[in-house]
């Protein structure tokens, strides 16, 4: 389990990321979503305890950041945004380096490598140089890294930059799978529908300032004071809008192109059923009826102002 | 290094060594109608080519080969990835010099078949040979450990190597300069026939340090061992300061690092009255009347062993406004970050170093049997206190002054440059000599010199001079650090507002 708890970071009279607080268990995929500088990457470096926080703290499995750093590099995989591989070096012998690294027993590297380029699909390329991938495989090849030692937690910075689309749906793939291998994982990512299609929970970030985190539903309930519905006819819209207007419940309706009118409610979904019901009652020839969904880019638009520190 | 290169590159240094070995050859030995005596002589001499050249080889080789290390990681993004590992930064450091390391043993190797001919012929003995390659490890270790240091600080591979040769060159002179000053006991200059283990220090004057050994009370020490010793404490220095680069955050590297400087600077003060107080007039001819007074070592030691301070000090003092908090102003004396790095324990860092550096000096003259200082050598010691409060008071201004902790220590290296030898550069241009100096020439003398900070240095007999020059220089540093709280109070309203 990882508890950050209220950590903050300040350069000075500038404070990078301002107590960010927020508790995950295993199997949570945690989207950091933010405009650049926003703190997201520095709150990731400070878990992986590669910056000091000027004040807070980040608890992973009982390991503190600032009291035992040295257990809790052992139980994360950092993915930072850049690749940073070495050249001349075959992929097998990168991960062999990294496994070293963490301390992995050598007898059981081989092993370990073939299943973490087999997760990755990567096993064909175990004697390319690294220097030959592709991104979309570097990116993986990074991932596999993270993976060698079987960390509790992944921090993953903007994995899926620069990525065609392809490659971006089969590491988004991966990351859902590690999330049901019972891993944490942070993902940061300026892609917003990606991050919603797999994360189960994530945190918005601005200045510094963890505006809301929690499930993605439960942030777009929040934030959501009114359904918004679109009814289609073959009557006048500006009609339709204006007979709309006066049910209960209704907050708004306005005609939005020529044949639709798109309505702000405030019922559930009982008093919706009731909305077409009197709709169609008044005669009105209705052919298509629909809720627009918010997002978590129409979430995080409405509570950003894009401010940077 | 991997695939053909390397393969290349060695080749093509036997070659070039073989090349070299078969001309001195044709040209001195192969030579017909040669005595036997000549002949010797002539290998003797093949045998010491040889030698130099691999010690200048071993100057540029291992620098070269190491000055990149860390900044290459850094560059390709790689450190951060292995720094996110639960590495310590002195396991990555040594691996990496082993690594660098292996390969300036490899030269030396490759040597070997060269060198081996002179052995064969008669010029030199294996135990000459072996020696001498040894000493020249010794300095590669030297040379490697210090490129490491400088790959930690820089963030461009080719300036990490444009520095390293820097520093090489600094250090080939400086050694050089103390080699040559033991050279005159080997000839039976000084007061023994023993040269301090100084000579070993120098890859040009290995020949001369080969055989060599110091007397240590009666016991007659190598001055191998002696180097090999000195080798180990400047490595552990220089990597050190380079884990410290590496892990900022590390309060025990931080700490460990401070603790070294500590010892570091009492054994040099306790080591300079040792070594040059029985032999030094012998050596330079003086007479015994102006042999030192073993007393004024109390004080002029002391006030030499932070002359180094004075040169690192643009290091010390200054701190950035960017990057961690670390650097950030944490207080302004404070005994409880004394070790920690921050600016809070700067200045009671410094004066504990100049305190252990008089220490040393103290208890080394002591040992040597020198007298113990009188009463009023006391107020001359407000000189390097002063000394230490103006440079910390001029780096705390300038890092306030400066965005940059670069830019800080930039011009603080440059302001204690135009300190240091703008006095006597005007003085020289205008051919002028210090008023206390009596001279025969008609050079006019000039009290200007007394606005040079380190004229109590050479005035040694004026203490009351350096008393006055410690008051007005605490004074001066504590306005500078005044001027700097100000500097810093504004600057951080201004981002506020902005903000």
Same mark, same amino acid.
């Given at each position: ?50 910056? $000091? ?34 050249? $001349? ?116 970030? $601005? ?9 993605? $539903? ?92 | ?499």
């Amino acid at each position: 389990m990882l508890e950050v708890k209220s950590l903050r970071k300040e350069y000075g009279p500038l404070t990078a990321v301002k107590g960010v607080s927020f508790s995950l268990n295993p199997g949570d995929i945690f989207g950091f979503i933010g405009s650049n500088g926003a703190g997201k990457t520095t709150t990731i470096k400070m878990i992986a305890t590669l910056l $000091e926080p000027t004040s807070g703290t980040a608890v992973l499995n009982g390991a503190d950041i600032l009291g035992d750093p040295m257990e809790v590099r052992r139980q994360i995989g950092y993915m930072p945004d850049f690749f940073g591989l070495y050249d $001349e070096v075959r992929v097998w012998e990168y991960l062999d380096f990294f496994a070293a690294l963490y301390r992995v027993p050598s007898v059981d590297r081989p092993g370990i490598i073939d299943n973490v380029l087999e997760l990755t699909d990567l096993t064909v390329k175990k004697g390319a140089f690294v220097q030959s991938l592709s991104r979309g495989m570097q990116q993986r090849l990074c991932l596999a890294r993270c993976l060698v030692h079987d960390p509790a937690l992944l921090l993953l910075d903007e994995p899926a930059s620069g990525l065609d689309p392809r490659a971006r749906a089969e590491l988004k793939e991966l990351i859902a799978e590690l999330g049901r291998m019972g891993k944490i994982v942070i993902v940061s990512s300026h892609i917003l529908p990606e991050l919603a299609d797999f994360c189960n929970s994530v945190g918005i970030i $601005e200045r510094g300032e963890l505006l809301a985190c929690g499930p993605v $539903e439960d942030i777009i309930q929040s934030l959501q004071t009114a359904r918004c519905l679109m009814l289609k006819s073959l009557s006048d819209p500006v009609e339709l809008a204006a007979f709309i207007e006066r049910l209960p419940l209704v907050q708004s309706a306005r005609s939005h192109d020529a044949t639709s009118v798109a309505v702000e409610f405030l019922g559930g979904l009982e008093e919706q059923a009731d909305l077409l019901d009197a709709v169609i009652r008044q005669g009105y020839r209705v052919v298509g009826y629909s809720e627009e969904l918010v997002d978590l880019e129409d979430v995080f638009l409405r509570l950003t102002t894009g401010a940077v520190n | 290094m991997r695939g053909s290169k390397p393969f290349w590159i060695f080749t093509a240094y036997v070659l070039c060594l073989c090349f070299i070995g078969v001309w001195t050859y044709w040209t001195s030995i192969g030579r017909e109608g040669l005595s036997l005596s000549s002949a010797q002589s002539e290998l003797t001499g093949f045998f010491n080519s040889l030698i130099i050249m691999l010690g200048a080889a071993i100057c540029v080789i291992s620098p070269a080969l190491t000055a990149t290390a860390i900044v290459a990681e850094r560059q390709r993004l790689s450190l951060d990835l292995v720094l996110s590992a639960p590495v310590e930064p002195k396991y990555l450091l040594v691996g990496k010099m082993i690594s660098s390391y292996r390969y300036t043993w490899m030269l030396l190797i490759l040597a070997l078949p060269i060198v081996a001919m002179s052995v064969v012929l008669g010029g030199a003995t294996w135990k000459d040979v072996f020696s001498c390659f040894l000493l020249l490890s010794f300095h590669a270790m030297i040379f490697t450990s210090m490129a490491l240091l400088i790959s930690t600080f820089v963030n461009k591979p080719a300036a990490a190597v444009i520095y390293s040769f820097i520093g090489v060159a600094i250090y080939v002179v400086a050694s050089s300069m103390l080699a040559a000053t033991a050279l005159p006991f080997s000839f039976g200059g000084g007061a023994s026939t023993h040269p301090p283990f100084t000579i070993a220090l120098s890859p040009f004057f290995v020949l001369q340090a080969v055989n060599s050994s110091m007397l240590i009370g009666s016991v007659e020490v190598p001055n191998w061992l002696l180097a090999g010793v000195f080798t180990l404490l400047l490595c552990r220095l220089f990597l050190l300061g380079a884990a410290v680069n590496l892990a900022p955050l590390d309060k025990r590297i931080s700490a460990n690092l401070r603790l070294t400087g500590l010892l570091y600077t009492f054994g040099l003060g306790a080591l300079i009255p040792y070594s040059i107080h029985p032999a030094m007039p012998a050596v330079v001819g003086a007479s015994p009347e102006l042999a030192p007074d073993p007393s004024l070592y109390v004080l002029n030691i002391g006030l030499g062993s932070i002359c180094w301070l004075f040169l690192g000090s643009w290091m010390l003092f200054t701190y950035g406004r960017t990057g961690s908090r670390r650097f950030w102003p944490n207080g302004h004396f404070s005994l409880r970050h004394t070790l920690d790095g921050t600016p809070a324990g700067q200045l009671p860092y410094a004066l504990l170093l100049v305190g252990s550096g008089l220490l040393g000096a103290y208890l080394g003259n002591r040992w040597v049997g020198g007298d113990a200082p009188s009463d009023s050598y006391a107020p001359g010691l407000l000189w390097p206190v002063g000394f230490v409060v103006l440079a910390w008071g001029l780096g705390h201004l300038l890092s306030a002054a400066c965005r940059e902790m670069k830019s800080a220590r930039a011009f603080h290296f440059c302001a204690e440059m135009v300190i240091f030898f703008g006095i006597p550069l005007l003085m020289s241009v205008a051919r002028t000599a210090p008023s206390w100096v009596k001279t025969d020439s008609d050079m006019p003398t000039s009290g200007l010199w007394y606005l040079w900070p380190f004229a109590p240095l050479i005035d040694r007999g004026q203490f009351w001079l350096a008393w006055a020059y410690g008051v007005v220089m605490i004074c001066i540093g504590l306005w500078f650090k005044l001027w700097a709280v100000n500097l810093e109070g504004r600057r951080a309203r201004e981002l506020s507002y902005a903000g």
